[in-house]
């Protein structure tokens, strides 16, 4: 399964935009990305996932490179709620030898400031 | 739909007991995940299913066992618990036509 890689921390002013990276260089072609946010200690949050093309939700944007082996998660607009960790994960191709398996990886801790 | 049920939210255990951490998903999900979470950590995967009667490790699943007889639930194990158990755990679902993840709320174990 494909590993990812994402800076310890990042901070943001509030009301700008926040640009979390995240570096997925071994996914294959059928790999999703999936971006969670977890605060304290509840159970981690859905965001938005993608596959190839650029995704937008209500929350955030999704922007995946033409290679995919990097993407990006942007808030438009942050918020003092949005300080969180923020996982970036890769989902096993189906088939694969880890097929279904779903690890996380330590995370970004996002610190929005006033 | 309730989405991911978990049960206990809170249990306090004595070093050798044991118990089970019980999950349940009524979104007719086949993939569903046994995670746990060290205070200040991230995510470990403890244990995986990708449907009825399919289980396999994740990273951490020492001290830990898994059953998946019905797509519905996914009991987590813990024969004999130990203080490197505690630990708050995570139950999650993936599935739906957005293959979205859904968490439950978590069940806080502490082992004295």
């Known amino acids: 399964d494909a590993k990812t890689t994402q800076p310890t921390s990042m901070d943001c002013a509030e009301g700008r935009a926040a640009n979390l990276p995240c570096n997925h260089s071994?996914?294959?072609?059928?790999?999703?990305v999936y971006w969670y946010r977890q605060i304290h200690s509840q159970g981690p949050q859905y965001i938005i996932h993608?596959?190839?093309n650029n995704e937008t939700n209500e929350m955030a944007s999704l922007i995946i490179t033409e290679d995919r082996k990097s993407s990006t998660l942007i808030l438009p607009h942050a918020t003092l709620r949005d300080t969180a960790v923020y996982y970036c994960?890769?989902?096993?191709?189906?088939?694969?030898?880890?097929?279904?398996?779903?690890?996380f990886g330590q995370g970004t801790i996002l610190t929005v400031h006033p | 739909n309730a989405g991911v049920t978990q049960t206990p939210k809170f249990r306090i255990l004595k070093i050798g007991q044991s118990m089970t951490l019980q999950c349940a998903q009524d979104?007719?999900?086949?993939?569903m995940y046994w995670y746990r979470q060290d205070p200040g950590m991230g995510l470990k995967l403890i244990y995986y299913?990708?449907?009825?009667?399919?289980?396999d490790k994740g990273e951490v699943p020492n001290g830990y066992n898994v059953s998946r007889s019905t797509t519905e639930d996914f009991p987590l194990r813990l024969e004999l618990a130990a203080p490197s158990q505690t630990s708050v755990y995570f139950c999650?679902?993936?599935?739906?036509?957005?293959?979205?993840?859904?968490f439950g709320e978590g069940s806080w174990l502490t082992v004295v």
């Open positions: 071994t996914i294959s072609g059928n790999e999703y």
């Open positions: 993608g596959l190839k």
């Open positions: 999650a679902s993936l599935g739906g036509s957005g293959n979205t993840i859904y």
């Open positions: 979104m007719n999900h086949n993939y």
């Open positions: 299913s990708v449907g009825a009667g399919i289980t």
């Open positions: 994960i890769v989902r096993a191709s189906a088939g694969g030898t880890s097929y279904g398996k779903l690890t």
